[in-house]
């Protein structure tokens, strides 16, 4: 995983490396993902399996920063930290305290309103009632390195500068923030200490807790049959959003083994 992909053919298997859940592997298996591939699993005993259709891609999404509003794409490299479409990386940017802590959405729902677009190895930053923010894509490494702290684990964020740290602050407006960059040469996050017990090794930047999340619509039409209130695919914040598959399938897929 991780390997770039000039081209895709039509089809794209989800080929387990331990385990046949097509869901469950994806951040293991895939080198590319484009909008209506075909999403396939093993079946069949092991010396003798083939390839089953299950679903197909319908949306790809990526949030460059944690919390913030999602960038739609129609294809992106499946590396071995989450997606990848040209300079985007999917929770690459952090918005945190003055001593570290993040800052999500939970603490901050303002955060989903700012939208992000690409431009130029630029990063733009649009929110309600505050001017555009401009950013470079790649921070001077004489920025600071902060020790950030993402559900009780350590991890590094280089800072963005104080043009970024106000422009959070100002939007936000309830205490000073800064926003920090991972950089694929710092220490992620490792799978054993998120969620225990787990075989699978593997490391993530700012996402809670794994590469890529995979949804289904089937689950979100089950899921708000036993709603009051209405939500959408949104709230959840997928990467990879499947249709023509059973609700819940990115669940029980996984258990097979």
Not at 66 to 81: D, F, P, Q
Not at 154 to 181: H, M, P, S
Not at 199 to 206: L, T
Request: glycine content about 6%; proline content about 5%.
């Amino acid at each position: 995983t991780g390997a770039s992909a000039s081209s895709m053919p039509a089809s794209l298997g989800f080929l387990a490396q331990r385990r046949p859940g097509w869901l469950g592997v994806a951040a293991l298996a895939l080198a590319a993902v484009v909008l209506g591939a075909v999403v396939w699993r093993r079946a069949g005993p092991r010396r003798r399996r083939r390839l089953q259709q299950v679903g197909t891609v319908a949306k790809l999404w990526i949030y460059p920063v944690k919390s913030c509003k999602g960038v739609a794409v129609s294809e992106a490299e499946c590396t071995a930290l989450g997606l990848r479409s040209g300079n985007l990386r999917d929770r690459f940017w952090l918005v945190i305290k003055e001593d570290g802590h993040m800052v999500t959405a939970r603490q901050e729902p303002r955060l989903v309103l700012v939208s992000i677009t690409c431009e130029n190895n630029r990063l733009i930053f649009r929110a309600p009632d505050v001017d555009q923010l401009v950013l470079p894509i790649r921070q001077p490494s004489s920025n600071k390195l902060h020790d950030c702290r993402i559900f009780g684990l350590d991890i590094k964020g280089r800072d963005c500068g104080n043009e970024a740290a106000q422009w959070f602050t100002n939007f936000l407006k309830t205490e000073v923030y800064r926003l920090v960059q991972y950089e694929t040469n710092m220490k992620g996050r490792t799978s054993k200490k998120l969620l225990a017990p787990i075989n699978w090794n593997y490391q993530v930047a700012y996402p809670d807790y794994s590469p890529l999340l995979v949804m289904t619509d089937a689950s979100l039409v089950d899921l708000n049959t036993r709603l009051e209130k209405k939500v959408k695919m949104e709230n959840f914040r997928p990467n990879i959003v499947v249709t023509g598959c059973d609700a819940f399938e990115e669940v029980s897929a996984t258990r097979r083994d």
